[in-house]
């Protein structure tokens, strides 16, 4: 590759950092708004909305974090959060494994079906959810009928990003440890998954971060002390309709979980996002 090419591919004009620049402003932009504002009172808001603190009031946080509806709000959140991430994970490497490693027929259309999934919004089936949630399943108001549905719709995702890793793995390595006597189960869970280690962060991440977030299938299904953080975030915002800089605050510390989550796991996700597209 001649070195103007390197340049070309390499490097970055203004062009390119300008827009960079955009994308990040308007991506931290809000969060670091949020943040900041917890730290002023209502009437620095009111006389400078996109001042600084000045000066800085804690009062706003403390309040919140000794409220003891935030806890159970983050306790909901993080036990349904958890759950699902371990429901996808599991089921999605399971999935994935054959439609990576075996031949069979209608492999490629199965596939296909995930895939596919990709493409159903999860309020198009929102209303049967909720009518097999809470009267088929009588799993209504819990966290296992918010976990269930949000790891079934995590699956499609989970299934295209890990197969890519499964389909890398040598095959010599099954076939050595087949004879070493090794079972097919054995290759899986000695072999498969620990080599698939950074595309099952990924995932699992993805899914944490997307139970996190979730809004519609827990506003239909749970009620008062099941209500996870962000229904917590829309009562607390209806409650304190006057108290934007607790609003602020509260809404800040809602999000910080998830955000430590995937700034700590960044890394780790651009590598399993990067083996997926090799693979």
Same mark, same amino acid.
Not at 154 to 178: G, H, N, Q, S, Y
């Given at each position: ?200 962060? @990924?995932? %699992? /991440? #993805? +899914? $944490? ?7 519609? =299938?827990? !506003?239909? *299904? ?21 108290? @934007?800089? %607790? /609003? #602020? +605050? $509260? ?7 998830? =955000?430590? !989550?995937? *700034? ?16």
């Amino acid at each position: 590759m001649s070195r103007q090419k390197m340049r070309t591919f390499g490097g970055g004009g203004p062009l390119v950092y300008a827009l960079a620049a955009v994308v990040v402003a308007l991506t931290l932009g809000p969060v670091l708004y949020g943040a900041l504002g917890g730290f002023r009172s209502n009437e620095q808001l009111a006389r400078d909305p996109a001042g600084l603190p000045d000066p800085w009031v804690t009062s706003n946080y403390t309040n919140v974090l000794s409220n003891e509806a935030f806890w159970r709000y983050a306790l909901n959140s993080s036990v349904i959060a958890v759950v699902t991430t371990v429901i996808a994970v599991l089921a999605g490497v399971m999935a994935a494994y054959p439609l990576a490693r075996y031949q069979f027929k209608l492999r490629e259309p199965l596939f296909m079906v995930f895939v596919l999934g990709l493409l159903f919004p999860a309020a198009v089936a929102i209303i049967p959810l909720f009518i097999l949630v809470t009267r088929n399943l009588e799993l209504g108001n819990s966290w296992w009928g918010v976990a269930l549905p949000q790891a079934a719709f995590a699956l499609p995702i989970t299934v295209v990003i890990l197969r890519p890793f499964l389909m890398a793995l040598p095959k010599e390595l099954e076939e050595a440890a087949m004879i070493d006597g090794a079972s097919r189960v054995g290759v899986f869970w000695r072999i498969a998954l620990p080599l698939s280690t950074p595309g099952l962060i @990924t995932v %699992g /991440v #993805l +899914a $944490f971060v997307g139970s996190w977030n979730a809004y519609l =299938l827990p !506003l239909l *299904l749970l009620r008062e002390d099941m209500r996870t953080l962000p229904l917590g975030v829309a009562d607390y915002s209806t409650e304190h309709s006057a108290d @934007t800089a %607790g /609003v #602020l +605050a $509260f809404t800040s510390l809602a999000m910080i979980p998830a =955000l430590i !989550l995937f *700034l700590a796991l960044q890394k780790r996700i651009v590598n399993g996002l990067q083996g997926a597209v090799k693979g």
